[in-house]
Structures are given as C-alpha cells and as structure tokens.
C-alpha cells in the first residue's frame, strides 16, 4: 500500500500549481494552533480565489522522515509542521454532515 500511495502523492503533487509548507521555531501544541490559524488563512483565502488545497502531509506525519525533510528544506532547526498543495482544479464534493438540528441542543 505505501508504494501504491506514493505513487498517488507523487501523481498529485505534480499536478499541483504549488506547495507550501508551514513552518515554526517551536514544535509544541501552541505552535501547533499558530499554524492551524495560518493555515486557515490561507485557505480562507485560497478559497476566496477560487484555488482549491489539499493536505499533503506525509512526509511530516511519519516520524522518521521528517527530520530528513526539514533538513532538505534547510529549515535550521526550525519544524515543518502542515503541508498542502493548491493549485486550480475541479471543486471535490463536500464532506457529509450531520443536520445542525441533530448536534445542537435547545435547552
């Protein structure tokens, strides 16, 4: 499965028009919010542009290689903690949600 995804992870980032990798000095849960918000920015803003995101994120998420990608980014102690890809493409169907009625409660 890992090879089949790679595959995948390559095939989509080429395709995409860019990456941008979120970075902070700090690797705790407070930087982990700071980057979420940024994040949120830019897709806020993203969006607004009619440009679509997507996680790619694995290369972070798997604990062995991502010292190897932080020093191929020369990040200098510095730790990539999001990464996504954007880039001009066909809108991906929405996630399913619940009802607001179902997990708001009137009291």
């Not at 969006?47 to 190897?68: D, G, K, S, W, Y």
């Not at 102690?77 to 949600?97: C, K, N, Q, W």
């Amino acid at each position: 499965m890992g090879n089949y995804q790679a595959k995948t992870d390559a095939t989509n980032i080429r395709s995409s028009a860019g990456v941008a990798v979120l970075v902070s000095s700090d690797n705790n849960k407070a930087a982990w919010v700071e980057v979420g918000r940024s994040y949120q920015r830019f897709a806020l803003q993203a969006t607004a542009l009619e440009i679509c995101t997507a996680f790619i994120n694995q290369p972070i998420e798997v604990r062995h290689l991502r010292p190897e990608f932080e020093s191929w980014l020369n990040l200098n102690g510095e730790h990539a903690l999001l990464m996504v890809r954007f880039g001009y493409g066909p809108i991906a169907p929405f996630s399913l949600r619940r009802p607001l009625d179902d997990v708001i409660l009137n009291e």
